[in-house]
């Protein structure tokens, strides 16, 4: 009894002893596979992940701020294999559109400062600072302002060949007047015309200094009129009218305004004024004036000093002693503005063919700079997909078929949105070139036509 007590005792312990080591045997089965599949999981997140922006397709403006991280125009050996290990790091079963992004993330062309300097550029023309915008403006056309500055003094009742002085230079005068061209104004200063030459009256005479035609077109009854109203008479106050010539045009300023003073005197300053220095002073000043003199029957001294004021006033000094000499100064006078007028003509010409094939150029080779990048881009890409398909990234056929159209799709919309863009800055180009050229090939020959009568 004692030994079959021993006996059970033994087998419960024993039958203990194998349930337990089964428990722990299923135990350890069941757990196994979960800590495996938990293991998978991770490694699988891993493999199918693809860490790379979506790429642009259609957004020009996304496309151009995109930039691959080789350029395809300098691709090295060494490059080749970098990319080729980037590949193999992928994940399989690629779609069109994520190897499209893998594509483009390594080559996309880096056209940011070309698109910039494309937008940038302005095809408009620019004359005389004149700008162009919506709709086409002509540049200004030049105001000549001529101011004269007629010495009334007593010594202009001189003679000379063909008559009194102030007579001849009335009449000289009023004849250049009246052959100004249109949009010219004239104005008349007299000086010196009240009192007589006597130390008594000097000092009324030296303050007589007015304008007798004001600055505006020349009108034929008007100016006429004011020549009439002096004569012959006092002192020469040459500084305080020149002065007072300064004061008279101190609004007449612009780049397409030119101010052009002829001083007509027989003689020097005769009130103690500085001709010299007034005439520098007018020359300096915004008006930026000529001052051109014309000395009628002077002696030598009175030559000298008009010779240094017209230096002063960066303008030319005349010497003439008769009718016919005067008349025929004023003559070249029209002489010389006629050939300044050519040149004005020719520097704008020549000025908008600069501008404009500058503008041609830049379009051109910003335009092509453009398009060779982009090209060279596409090409690569292209390329890409015989690794892929080597390496099996590739999810089928279909997506590689996608890939190969959204690369060309990427091309073909930078390349069409950039070359009509040149098109449209080249059209704005020829059309204000043409306009230009026209207008101003108008004025000059108008002006020509003018100086020639």
């Not at 995109?66 to 994940?91: D, S």
């Not at 559109?97 to 080559?107: D, K, Q, R, T």
């Not at 010495?151 to 000289?172: F, R, T």
Request: hydrophobic share 35%; aromatic share 8%.
């Amino acid at each position: 009894m004692k030994n079959a007590r021993w006996l059970l005792a033994i087998g419960l312990v024993f039958a203990f002893l194998l349930v337990g080591c089964s428990e722990e045997k299923n135990t350890s089965a069941e757990e196994k596979p979960a800590a495996e599949k938990e293991a998978a999981e991770p490694n699988e997140e891993t493999d199918t992940e693809l860490d790379i922006p979506e790429a642009a397709i259609h957004n020009v403006d996304e496309i151009v701020k995109e930039k691959g991280q080789y350029n395809t125009q300098e691709l090295t050996e060494e490059n080749q294999q970098e990319i080729l290990q980037e590949l193999e790091t992928l994940p399989d079963n690629l779609t069109g559109e994520e190897a499209y992004s893998i594509a483009v993330s390594l080559f996309a062309a880096n056209i940011e400062e070309e698109a910039r300097k494309f937008e940038e550029l302005d095809p408009t023309i620019q004359i005389d600072s004149s700008t162009p915008e919506d709709e086409i403006e002509i540049p200004e056309q030049e105001t000549v302002n001529v101011a004269i500055l007629l010495d009334a003094s007593g010594s202009m009742a001189g003679e000379v060949s063909g008559g009194q002085k102030m007579k001849l230079a009335k009449q000289a005068i009023q004849q250049y007047a009246s052959d100004l061209p249109e949009g010219s104004n004239v104005m008349l200063r007299v000086y010196g015309h009240e009192g007589t030459g006597t130390e008594a009256a000097k000092e009324m005479s030296c303050k007589s200094n007015r304008v007798v035609y004001e600055l505006a077109p020349y009108g034929e009854q008007e100016f006429t009129a004011a020549l009439e109203k002096f004569d012959p008479a006092g002192w020469t106050p040459l500084a305080g009218a020149i002065q007072a010539a300064e004061q008279d045009l101190n609004q007449q300023t612009g780049e397409n305004v030119r101010n052009v003073i002829y001083v007509v005197s027989d003689g020097i300053e005769t009130c103690g004024g500085d001709p010299v220095a007034a005439a520098s002073s007018l020359a300096k000043s915004n008006i930026q004036a000529e001052v051109n003199i014309i000395g009628f029957d002077v002696d030598n001294e009175g030559q000298e000093q008009l010779e240094a004021v017209a230096k002063a006033g960066n303008g030319q000094y005349k010497s003439v002693y008769s009718e016919s000499e005067l008349n025929d100064y004023l003559k070249q006078e029209y002489s010389r503005l006629y050939w300044e007028w050519l040149a004005w003509g020719n520097d704008r010409s020549f000025d908008i063919l600069a501008q404009s094939n500058d503008i041609y150029f830049e379009l051109l080779a910003l335009n092509n700079d453009i398009s060779f990048k982009i090209l060279s881009a596409k090409n690569e890409m292209h390329s890409l997909r015989y690794d892929l398909k080597e390496l099996d990234k590739f999810k089928d056929e279909e997506a590689v078929k996608r890939y190969l159209e959204l690369i060309n799709i990427r091309h073909d919309t930078v390349n069409h949105y950039f070359d009509q863009e040149k098109e449209r800055k080249d059209s704005i180009r020829k059309e204000m070139k043409a306009a230009l050229e026209k207008k101003v090939d108008e004025m000059k020959e108008e002006k020509q036509e003018t100086y020639k009568q």
